[in-house]
């Protein structure tokens, strides 16, 4: 090898390598059912989990020889056509447990989706042109599933008590609040609101229409038909004024096409004394070259293969990508007219949460 600056390099893009080929097999075991039936059956020999998920004998082998490889899953032996596999200690939750808050399975899914939206950006990038977020196979179940396990463990028990004065607003049974959730996806931090707090008016908005009906499916399924609305609204545009005491932005921002006119959106709906709560991705805060840390080397590699293109839809949009640093949200919220912006006390891996007042 080269000089220690190519060894680097070499290596980083080798370990890029590995990822890609292990996520691509992630998305095979969780479309397939593999890791399921693994998990519910196991052990298995390769046949047994073969015809027990509807698969090919050889194909499941050489994939278990590579889950193992991986520590994904342990075996009984070194002679594949016999061994049993059982998926490796702590794999069920990452894999299987769709609530569990290490549930990773879908990043699967969303990569191999972004995978598949590859020859649409060799032209979006030459073009400048945007990559709908309609067009990404399976992107919003993919999107909704990564982000379901923080709303159901951690929403309403960590982070809302976390942001001073909101549960007792949110809990003021003489004056309901009335909550609306800005970008709400699947719909499952709505959802969720709704559940803990039964006194608020809470509505769900975003501008995708297959969002929209997941939600609504949601919800039903959740029993919460009665007490959660959601809308199809484009957030560019306006909203009634005032009225609304707490909005959210889970993790949304950063993908809109014009963020300053849905700021402006959110401001207009906010009665006087309303907050603004944006959950978006904890960037550093300045650019860091050359990153040893995988969470913002996934960040800033995501954007330009989902974020970005997914929020230009038309030449004038402007959105900003996956990397919002707070520098940016601060400058955006002054624009849009809130009076302030603070970072707000909530520690978490992927997310940093800020309170914008009006
Ligand atoms: C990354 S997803 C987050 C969804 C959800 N909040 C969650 O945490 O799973 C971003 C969402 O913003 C929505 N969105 C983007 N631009 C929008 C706009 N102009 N108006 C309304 N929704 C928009 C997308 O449809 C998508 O559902």
Redesign the pocket.
């Known amino acids: 090898m080269g000089g220690s600056g190519v060894d680097d390099v070499a290596g980083r893009v080798l370990a890029a390598a590995v990822g890609g080929t292990e996520i691509a097999n992630i998305y095979l075991g969780d479309r397939l059912g593999l890791y399921r039936v693994l998990a519910d059956k196991g052990p298995l020999t390769s046949a047994e989990l073969a015809l027990a998920a509807g698969c090919d004998e050889r194909y499941t082998r050489e994939w278990l020889q590579g889950q193992v490889v991986s520590g994904f899953v342990g075996t009984t032996g070194d002679d594949l056509t016999v061994a049993e596999f059982a998926l490796a200690d702590g794999a069920r939750e990452v894999f299987v447990d769709e609530l569990s808050p290490s549930y990773m399975a879908p990043l699967g899914t969303a990569m191999a989706s972004a995978g598949a939206m590859l020859p649409a950006l060799l032209d979006a990038f030459r073009t400048g042109a945007g990559v709908p977020?309609s067009a990404y196979p399976a992107g919003?179940s993919a999107?909704?599933a990564?982000?379901?396990p923080a709303?159901a463990n951690d929403l309403i028990p960590t982070w809302l008590p976390a942001i001073p004065g909101l549960v007792e607003r949110l809990s003021d049974a003489g004056q309901p609040a009335v909550v609306a959730?800005?970008?709400?996806?699947?719909g499952?931090?709505t959802i969720e609101i709704a559940r803990a707090y039964p006194h608020t008016r809470v509505t769900g908005?975003?501008?995708?229409p297959a969002?929209i009906e997941e939600a609504l499916r949601h919800a039903a399924d959740e029993g919460l038909a009665d007490r959660v609305a959601f809308h199809r609204?484009?957030?560019?545009e306006p909203l009634a004024q005032g009225g609304v005491d707490v909005a959210f932005?889970?993790?949304?921002l950063h993908?809109?096409?014009?963020p300053d006119r849905?700021l402006r959106t959110a401001r207009r709906a906010l009665g006087d004394g309303g907050s603004l709560i944006v959950?978006d991705e904890a960037v550093d805060e300045t650019l860091v070259p050359a990153s040893d840390d995988i969470v913002q080397r996934f960040f800033a590699n995501m954007s330009p293969l989902w974020?970005l293109p997914?929020?230009r839809d038309a030449a004038d949009m402007d959105p900003v990508g996956t990397v919002m640093r707070p520098a940016k949200l601060r400058q955006l919220a002054e624009a849009a007219g809130f009076a302030g912006t603070e970072v707000l006390p909530i520690e978490h891996p992927f997310f940093r949460f800020y309170r914008l007042t009006t």
């Open positions: 977020y919003v999107q909704a990564l982000n379901r709303y959730d800005l970008g709400c996806g699947a499952w931090s908005y975003d501008g995708d969002s609204h484009d957030l560019a932005m889970f993790e949304c993908d809109m096409g014009y849905v959950m974020c997914q929020g």
